[in-house]
């Protein structure tokens, strides 16, 4: 699914509707810009692609919490969390040429193409960098080949640890599942791009969004607390 599919079809030129934004309190934000902008900056910008790929879910947790999506994210060689992907030499390769490239060494069975892109920002930091984010959605068997697949890749056990799924739900304790998640730490625009696929394409309520990045800034039980494992 890619812009055109999340936002609908564009209107004539001139009438561009603004770019949309995240709008999730506590979650800074990155500036957009359009794939032809994008495509226009100098040499002096270096450009990341990354992807994220999901499923439609119907499992539930215990027989009763909704899983909703099965989403990929992975593991890396720093314990940073990110989506598969990396830098696209743009000298040498299309967005699209460069992010199959660096996909095939950590999955190893999946081509992703123009119609899969979602969205470009501009990164903060010291290095001018603009990163071009790509969703593809697939059926869950599809997801779970993928899954089995990435470790026999090349890079499994070196640059990237382990592919994890994302848990799009809240459990009642208001920690458990996504919120605990977030608490993680990602690697560069990794957080801010997961919570805008899952705002765009209409993956989690933008509420609810807005209510896990909000239970990750209050005091975290201890462990203790949390023995038993309550469900």
């Known amino acids: 699914v890619g812009t055109m599919a999340a936002m609908g079809p564009l209107p004539a030129m ?23 902008e994008a495509m226009r900056l100098g040499p002096g910008w270096s450009h990341s692609c990354h992807a994220m790929l999901y499923a439609p879910n119907p499992g539930m947790l215990f027989g ?26 743009r000298r040498y390769w299309s967005l699209e040429d460069g992010l199959n490239r660096v996909l ?6 999946v081509r992703l193409t123009e119609a899969d892109y979602l969205c470009s920002h501009l ?10 984010f790509y969703a593809r959605q697939l059926t869950l068997e599809e997801l779970h080949t993928i899954e089995i697949s990435a470790v026999h890749s ?7 640890m382990g592919m994890v799924r994302v848990p799009l739900y809240t459990q009642k304790d208001r920690m458990g599942g996504l919120p605990n998640f ?50």
């Open 182 to 231: 977030l608490a993680n730490s990602f690697v560069g625009t990794a957080k801010f791009q997961l919570l805008f696929a899952l705002k765009i394409l209409n993956m989690v309520p933008e509420e609810k969004l807005a209510e896990a990045v909000a239970a990750t800034q209050r005091p975290k039980k201890s462990a203790l607390d949390h023995a038993g494992g309550g469900h």
């Open 14 to 36: 001139g009438t561009l509707p603004p770019l949309p934004t995240l709008g999730v309190p506590g979650v800074p934000e990155l500036k957009p810009l359009t794939r032809y």
């Open 64 to 89: 009763r919490i909704p899983l909703r999506y099965a989403v990929l994210m992975q593991m890396r060689f720093d314990g940073l969390l990110g989506f598969p992907g990396g830098f696209v030499d």
């Open 104 to 109: 095939g060494l950590g999955l190893g069975c």
């Open 123 to 132: 990164t903060e930091g010291p290095h001018r960098v603009v990163a071009h």
């Open 154 to 160: 090349r890079d499994h056990g070196m640059e990237v």
